[in-house]
């Protein structure tokens, strides 16, 4: 039976919570990792990364919550809030097909300013504890979008991309962080998409998606979050979707993007890990 784990977006306190939450689920003697495959969007693609290394689940909830451990985070303002309603300003009142969204926030993103490449690059990799493709266990799938053509791409080892990169591409939000250069092509946050992606575990017979923001999407899609779903059930799988609790859900705050954070998303996720009691539905 294929099972996949599905990691969604969340920023810096996406990550410090879902590790929190399998870190949690672990204590309770439930392996989530234990699938596979992995996708992973934007935050998600880090967890994916990190789960990827090999490194026991404790180990990776201390890189959240140790300070000499956490990594070289650089500090930015996404308020929840405000950011859907800003996007949709940078979009317009035209109600054009999602391709056309997508290159359109693409070329938002190449035009922003930010930190470079270089700096942004840094962080990701002070982020995951291997560099190297994982060469045991479940397989990664990371997403991220081409800014140029507004087409998405999944990232495997067997692309021959660097996982660094690929990570990085997956969580270049538009106007917060830069786009990343992979062969020649720039490629912006998998979010653009869709926060979750969860509709690329299709044909798997049991699914877990792991959602930092809920239904949220910080971007317009074309399939949201529930639709994917379904078409999950349709197609015969098994699915659950876990979303934060009241007390994660304080601790991720409004502003996803700031480190300090990460302990108390960390903290509130393993503890909603630990009394989760995981609900399937479908097939």
Known sequence: MAETLVLGGGGIAGIAWTTGLLAGMADAGLEARAVDEIVGTS?????????????????????????????????????????????????????????????????????????????????????????????????????????????????EKATGVGLVEAVAASCAVPGIWPPVTINGSRYVDGAVRSNTSADYALGASRVLVVAPLGNTELFPVEKTLDEAIEELRVSGAQVALVTPDAVSTEAIGTNPADPSTRKPAAEAGRMQGRDLKIEWSGA
């Open 43 to 155: 935050a998600g693609a880090t967890v994916a990364a990190q789960l990827g290394s090999g490194l026991d689940l404790h180990v990776l909830f201390a890189r959240q919550t140790e300070p000499d451990l956490q990594a070289a985070e650089i500090a930015a303002q996404v308020n929840l809030t405000t950011f859907a309603r800003d996007i949709a300003a940078v979009l317009g009142e035209v109600d054009v097909h999602p391709p056309e969204r997508r290159r359109s926030l693409g070329r938002f993103a190449l035009d922003a300013e930010t930190v470079t490449e270089r700096e942004r690059r840094a962080v990701v990799e002070s982020r995951l504890p291997s560099h190297a493709w994982p060469s045991l266990g479940p397989e990664l799938k990371i997403v991220a979008v081409d800014a140029n053509s507004g087409e998405p791409r999944v990232f």
